[in-house]
């Protein structure tokens, strides 16, 4: 159910693109469309990990500066039977953490100085599961798919909305189709609708990560006291290093100075959902 959850997403959020194309431009539109998105989810396969590791200032980091963080990580790579991640570390205060990589082969794990200074044992471990779901899931590239694609149709969206401004649209198809009230709709409806589908994409990979990353580990209670911490600490403090383009990647949704509309619509769902999910796990131990 998951896997077909997240295809019909993508789709939905391609033939969305394409709509666009074929609405302002016809059938050379659609085709368009379509190229861009192929070509936009080639650049995402491709340099999406590092755009984000570059963009948030991650450092890498060697087993002699971290041996704490590559002993959990190397630990729980071995039990998800995957390669260990290169690891990085934020010079951020606000405690956060994020993966990144098209597959588990090329997998990156960044966390903020401030997690680690913050997180017991148990709680690192509990988060560092959680990103290793979003590795183990190929979550990173389905991701960094989707937002190119809702970028593609913001951005499409924007060209239509100045074309129209400025004359671009022709007026012959206003008239033929009645296209003024139409085209003004589908300017504004089809952005919202690629967000909407994006939200529920990234929600519904966090809710799993949470919980494949609790089986991983053989019980919830370390990440349960890792978000709590997380909620507490990323309403206090704003975030320095992290873009809101990267947010999306993170474990808990970090503050950004001044407050946002944003917040309202969220990519990671709500923290006392995602803990009282955890608390009324089965943990069934892995083979």
Known sequence: MRIFRTTFLLVALTLLLMLIGQYFGGRNGMTIALGLAVVMN???YF??????LMSSGAKPVTREQLPRLYAVM???AAKANLPVPKLYVVPEPAPNAFATGR????????????LLELMSDDELEGVIAHELSHVRNYDILISSIAA???GAVFHLSTMGRWAMIFGGYGGDRDDRDGGGIAAILMLI???IAAMLLQLGLSRQREYSADATGARMVGNPYGLISALEKLGAYNKRIPTTAITPTTSSLCIVRPLFGGGSMATLLSTHPALPDRIARLREMTIVPQR
């Open 42 to 44: 080639a650049f995402a």
């Open 47 to 52: 340099f999406s990990d590092k755009i984000a």
């Open 74 to 76: 190397e630990r729980l």
């Open 103 to 114: 597959n588990p082969r090329h997998a990156s794990v960044a966390v903020t100085q401030g």
């Open 148 to 150: 190119t694609i809702a």
């Open 189 to 191: 409806l089809a952005p």
